[in-house]
């Protein structure tokens, strides 16, 4: 059973940065495409960045291009997202979440495979 823990979320101040990892147990990290998905209060689930299997492309959703890095570690079996430049519209829960597909997926139904989350909230 292929399993997620996020870690890293925290309170940071607008304009600041902070750093999410993602480690997976029960599978071959490899195997998967990872992406990071975040929900604020009272809102959906909404995609934030994906990167493919062997890490060569990612791709974000406009309102983090340019200040978010998804990255990954297949030997450490990890996914990180680096944030920087924070503002009170990224405050939320962090998900991690892995699919086995090569195209593109930025719908969260997509994904059959999550973590619990990690809190990020940002104080202007």
């Known amino acids: 059973q292929l399993e997620f823990v996020e870690s890293g979320g925290g309170l940071v101040q607008a304009g600041d940065s902070l750093s999410l990892s993602c480690v997976a147990s029960?599978?071959?990290?490899?195997?998967?495409?990872m992406a990071w998905f975040r929900q604020a209060p009272g809102k959906e689930r909404e995609f934030v960045a994906r990167?493919?299997?062997?890490?060569?492309?990612?791709y974000y959703s406009d309102s983090v291009k340019g200040r978010f890095t998804i990255s990954r570690d297949n030997a450490k079996n990890t996914a990180y997202l680096q944030m920087t430049s924070l503002n009170t519209g990224d405050a939320g829960v962090y998900f991690c979440?892995?699919?086995?597909?090569?195209?593109?997926?930025?719908?969260?139904?997509?994904?059959?495979?999550w973590g619990q989350g990690t809190q990020v909230t940002v104080d202007s």
């Open positions: 979440a892995a699919d086995e597909r090569i195209l593109l997926q930025t719908a969260a139904s997509a994904y059959p495979y």
């Open positions: 029960g599978g071959t990290l490899s195997r998967y495409a």
């Open positions: 990167i493919s299997r062997n890490g060569g492309s990612t």
